[in-house]
């Protein structure tokens, strides 16, 4: 480990103290931060997490000074992972978050506080606290203790841009939408180009108010923290991080791709099939669909059904992951008879597959997404383009960069059927259009590559951020 205790001056080592929230699109950012600021400058870490969806690095590192793992919320576990939202899509995610954040308030104190007691023993004094943004409730008890928070944004900057303009909406009447009418939900959104009023209709179970409150305390915690943190990058997002800069008032780091900067700590929740990497050996450059929906959306057995025998039809090898339990109303994933025949040996499925190591292989072409941030952000730098189904949350915003903003890609709407999912998979993999769509892609991958650099973009926010973390 590298020790900067040696500075010279006899100053003590630096801790930081993370807290994600127990979702994979949020652990992963987050420790991938830790090991940044730790390869970076030295600095320990010490990672406290809910008692459900601990990371596995948990176990794994706890040998390891450098890092230090704490649950917290034992004696609240059974109630945390009854608030774990199962239902995909159809889970009331806002309301979810903001009870866990409840829930982990009290015990959290009391780890905090042990921490900050041992702190004095301690090689390496706790500096700060970065805390994922949907932790405000986390975030009020650091302050109240005197610890200095920084708000990690684990979405693109489009996201916080969209969800700071929410109150606005509301104030004018534009949000919620007086009806769901097809016509009204698409028609576009003046304040918020290149939106659509649907893009903001964040979940079908949601209810307006719990989704103003939750994004009122994402806004305040960003607010009340001495910096947010966003993985994305300046030449990806530019005009959208100077709107926060300008419109939150506090220092913005736009620091990613992470997956691209930080080399350690296995995020992973769930156990990742490495074998499709040798069959995508197997397969000619740019000549596969990987389809992903992320750890979390999900769909029914009528949409697996299209999904399956459209992929088949398109004629295209594909490498698709079907998450356990991720098909409604059945545990067991049931393929229909006679796709594994019908694929001819041109598709493989796996219940979880080594992403970013897929994405950067030659041999994948385009990607089946649903548009979590993370997949977004790592199809953008492999330079992968993507067909774009988003579910809920920031998905559809993200979606909707892709298309109108960064033209990677495109969206496949309405009800799912399999001559659309032919069509779209042959266009994404086959047509002039979507070769053009890879090349733009191509080039925000040479983008993301340059701003990781040496004086590149986010390698200078991430000396600006370690220089503010020194500096508390
Ligand atoms: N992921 C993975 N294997 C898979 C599917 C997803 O490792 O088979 C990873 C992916 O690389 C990404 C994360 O899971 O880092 C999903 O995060 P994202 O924000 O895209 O979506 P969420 O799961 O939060 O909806």
């Not at 239902?87 to 009870?99: E, H, N, V």
């Not at 300008?246 to 691209?260: C, D, E, F, M, R």
Request: a negative charge; glycine letters at 8%; proline letters at 5%.
């Amino acid at each position: 480990a590298i020790s900067p205790a040696s500075d010279g001056v006899g100053r003590r080592r630096r801790r930081v103290l993370m807290f994600p929230i127990p979702f994979q699109g949020h652990v992963t950012p987050m420790l991938q931060l830790a090991d940044v600021l730790r390869s970076r400058a030295g600095l320990a870490v010490t990672v406290f997490h809910a008692p459900v969806n601990a990371p596995a690095a948990a176990e794994q590192s706890a040998a390891e000074e450098d890092y230090r793992f704490v649950t917290v919320g034992a004696g609240v576990a059974g109630e945390a992972a009854a608030l774990m939202p199962t239902g995909g899509s159809g889970s009331d995610f806002a309301g979810a978050l903001m009870r866990l954040d409840a829930l982990l308030r009290a015990p959290f104190d009391d780890a905090l506080r042990q921490a900050l007691l041992a702190d004095d023993e301690e090689e390496a004094a706790a500096t700060c606290l970065v805390v994922d943004s949907n932790l405000r409730g986390v975030q009020e008890v650091a302050e109240r203790r005197g610890v200095r928070t920084l708000a990690l944004r684990t979405g693109g900057a489009c996201c916080l841009v969209a969800y700071m303009a929410f109150p606005e909406l509301c104030g004018k009447g534009v949000l919620p939408p007086l009806s769901r009418d097809q016509l009204q939900l698409d028609m576009p959104l003046d304040e918020l180009p290149p939106l659509r009023l649907r893009d903001m209709m964040f979940s079908a179970t949601t209810t307006h108010g719990t989704m103003a409150t939750c994004l009122e305390r994402l806004l305040d915690s960003a607010r009340c923290s001495s910096g947010v943190i966003l993985n994305t990058f300046d030449d990806l997002e530019n005009s959208d991080l100077r709107k926060i800069a300008n419109g939150l008032s506090v220092p913005v780091y736009a620091i990613g791709p992470l997956h691209k900067i930080s080399i350690g700590q296995e995020s992973s929740l769930l156990t990742q099939d490495q074998s499709c990497l040798e069959w995508l050996d197997k397969q000619e450059a740019e000549s596969v669909l990987y389809v992903s929906f992320g750890s979390l959306a999900s769909m029914d057995s009528q949409e697996l059904l299209e999904t399956a025998w459209g992929l088949v039809d398109s004629e295209i090898p594909f490498l698709w992951v079907i998450r356990p339990n991720s098909v409604q109303g059945s545990e067991q994933t049931c393929l229909p008879d006679g796709f594994e025949e019908a694929t001819r040996g041109r598709g493989m499925v796996v219940s979880w597959a080594p992403q970013q190591d897929v994405l950067k292989h030659r041999a994948v072409g385009g990607f089946w997404t649903h548009n979590g941030w993370n997949s977004t952000l790592e199809s953008i730098c492999d330079g992968v383009p993507m067909i774009c189904r988003p579910q809920f949350a920031d998905q559809m915003i993200n979606a909707r960069y892709v298309q109108e903003v960064w033209k990677i890609g495109f969206e496949l709407e309405g009800k799912l059927e399999r001559r659309m999912i032919e069509r779209a998979v042959r266009r994404l993999l086959c047509s002039e259009e979507g070769k053009e769509m890879r090349h733009r892609a191509k080039d925000l991958k040479n983008k993301a590559t340059t701003c990781i650099e040496k004086g590149g973009s986010s390698n200078t926010a991430i000396d600006m951020l370690v220089n503010l973390i020194m500096s508390f």
